[in-house]
Each structure stands twice: as structure tokens, then as C-alpha cells.
């Protein structure tokens, strides 16, 4: 079994920062992929960013250039640097990870945004 925890989420004025994490724990062995999505009010979950075993990196366009991906393989954890913070940015963040072929979820962090 594998449990996640993430942390860092809060209210924030337009164009401030916050950072994510996600530590994971429990039966680990080797974990490939690990990813941020959100999910918006009235609106379907959609990837923000995820990050290879090979931290091979991939955005989604809206945040390109405004947030940052990172991992600590050591530590199990998943980073996500957010700079820049827009309204729109504001939903239940979602930290990710698969390992041995199955995709783990931690239970969200709501951020949100003011204008």
C-alpha cells in the first residue's frame, strides 16, 4: 500500500508563488512517473506537469514557463514550484505517482487565487 501527502497549498494574491509537495510512503519500489493535476469548481481534473524516473519534464500550456516540476528520488517526494499564480490557477491540487504499473493519488490541496 502507498499513501501520499501533499502540502503547500493556501490562498495567494495574483502573480504570488507557492510550492507543492508530495511525499510518498509504504510499499515503494521503483517509481517511474510522477505528476501534478487539478481540478478546477465544475471542471474535469487535467494534468499540470509530470516529471520521468529519467526527470524527463512535461507541461501543460497554460503553465508553461510559470511553474516548475522537481523530484528528490531519496526522499519519495514530488515537487511543484508555482510562480506567477493567475486566478484561473485556482483548484484542488493533485500529486501522482506510479510504481510497479499502478498510479497513486493523494487526497488534494486546494489553492487558490485572488484577484
Known amino acids: 500500500q502507498v499513501q501520499l501527502v501533499e502540502s503547500g497549498g493556501g490562498l495567494v494574491q495574483a502573480g504570488g508563488s507557492l510550492r507543492l509537495s508530495c511525499v510518498a510512503s509504504?510499499?515503494?519500489?521503483?517509481?517511474?512517473?510522477m505528476g501534478w493535476y487539478r481540478r478546477a469548481p465544475g471542471k474535469q481534473r487535467e494534468l499540470v506537469a509530470t516529471?520521468?524516473?529519467?526527470?524527463?519534464?512535461n507541461y501543460a500550456d497554460s503553465v508553461k514557463g510559470r511553474f516548475t516540476i522537481s523530484r528528490d528520488n531519496a526522499k519519495n517526494t514530488v515537487y511543484l514550484q508555482m510562480n506567477s499564480l493567475k486566478p484561473e490557477d485556482t483548484a484542488v491540487y493533485y500529486c501522482?505517482?506510479?510504481?510497479?504499473?499502478?498510479?497513486?493519488w493523494g487526497q488534494g490541496t486546494q489553492v487558490t487565487v485572488s484577484s
Open positions: 509504504g510499499s515503494i519500489f521503483s517509481v517511474s512517473r
Open positions: 501522482m505517482i506510479q510504481t510497479a504499473g499502478i498510479d497513486y
Open positions: 516529471i520521468t524516473s529519467g526527470t524527463r519534464t
